[in-house]
């Protein structure tokens, strides 16, 4: 069989929806502030940026148009069918969607799971009971750093206290997994040793580590990957902490590639409270699409320009001629496209 027709299981696929480019947050290497996402909606980032001291209803106030449809998403979804997994947590925050609870709801009748990546600052007991009545097995906090200080420079309009508060009662109360995910970059090498810590401090058991995908907004901020000296020595204090308070360590499918990875593998090879799964192709154009609040596929989270379609039947939404073109290059001998190293090595 053609290698980018292959795998279309229903059940294998992950569906990422972008509810709303709202935010409550405006951090300083949001991948979904950069050029790339241009839209309509342009207006409203600058809206969002430039009141990020206002309260939540202030600002979403003043950018309702900003979120997806109920009835396109029952739409949309009612297309596509059924999926293994519905992501919900691309673009803004997904909390800020006006009717949040109800899409949990909607969801729950076309995936076998949903995944919530949050930054947990709007997080209240109402969702978690929610999250607990649907099908929602993990939620996701977005984290990176373990002190008040880093925290809410990275985190711009955030707080660290209600950010402890929210995740230790999602760790409490919610019936599934609640992770931390962490994005090293520049910004943070000297203090992300410490998330082992606090993730204990919280109750949570897991973190997953990912690197700053370089980006137009990054740049403008003056965030950068680590270099390899900060990024190893960060990553050894923080491994051994882990170990030490019990704390599983997963890397991104993307954290390091080529030598890096190789040179990470061989470092941390006695550890064995880590996951880190090298991959030999990318998995992403056979596993997963996205769509995004204003209806625009987005499909493999690289680099790539959402576009429109015109129906969301579920070939149209997994296998669009851009993923049909990834599956083709990671399937043969093709040099890798410039969108592929961007996502990788973050060139
Ligand atoms: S851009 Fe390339 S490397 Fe990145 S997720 Fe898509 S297919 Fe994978």
Redesign the pocket.
């Known amino acids: 069989m053609e290698p980018e027709k292959y795998c279309l299981e229903r059940s294998c696929m992950t569906l990422g929806l972008g509810l709303t480019r709202k935010c409550n947050l405006s951090c300083p290497m949001c991948y979904y502030r950069q050029k790339l996402f241009s839209s309509p909606y342009n207006s409203a980032d600058k809206f969002i940026i430039d009141n990020i001291n206002k309260n939540l209803d202030e600002v979403c106030g003043e950018v309702s148009s900003c979120e997806l449809e109920l009835s396109k998403l029952v739409t949309i979804l009612s297309e596509i069918k059924k999926v293994g997994t519905i992501l919900l947590g691309l673009e803004g925050e997904p909390l800020c969607h006006s009717e949040f609870l109800k899409i949990v709801e909607i969801c729950s009748h076309y995936s076998d799971k949903q995944i919530v990546v949050t930054n947990g600052l709007l997080l209240s007991r109402n969702h978690i009971e929610q999250f607990n009545r649907y099908n929602v097995t993990t939620v996701i906090l977005s984290c990176d750093a373990d002190n008040k200080e880093t925290y809410e420079q990275l985190r711009r309009g955030g707080n660290f206290i209600k950010f402890c508060r929210n995740a230790k009662l999602s760790a409490r109360l919610f019936n599934g997994e609640t992770m931390i995910h962490t994005v090293i970059h520049s910004g943070n090498t000297e203090v992300v040793e410490k998330m082992p810590v606090l993730a204990h401090n919280l109750g949570i058991t897991r973190i997953s580590l990912a690197q700053l995908r370089e980006n137009s907004w990054s740049e403008k901020h003056g965030l950068r990957r680590a270099d390899e000296v900060h990024l190893v020595d960060c990553l050894t204090k923080m491994i051994r902490n882990a170990e030490y308070y019990g704390i599983k360590i997963i890397f991104d499918n993307?954290f390091a590639f080529g030598e890096q990875l190789i040179n990470i593998k061989n470092i941390f090879s006695d550890y064995s409270n880590i996951l880190l799964k090298p991959f030999s192709r990318?998995?992403?154009?056979w596993l997963?699409s996205s769509i995004l609040s204003d209806g625009r596929i987005f499909?493999?989270?690289?680099?790539?320009k959402p576009f429109a379609i015109d129906s969301y039947n579920f070939e149209s939404v997994f296998n669009s001629p851009e993923h049909r073109y990834?599956k083709k290059?990671?399937s043969g001998d093709e040099k890798?496209?410039e969108?592929?190293i961007?996502?990788?090595i973050g060139k």
């Open positions: 993307f990318c998995p992403y154009p997963f499909p493999c989270c690289g680099d790539i990834l290059v990671w890798l496209p969108v592929c961007n996502c990788m």
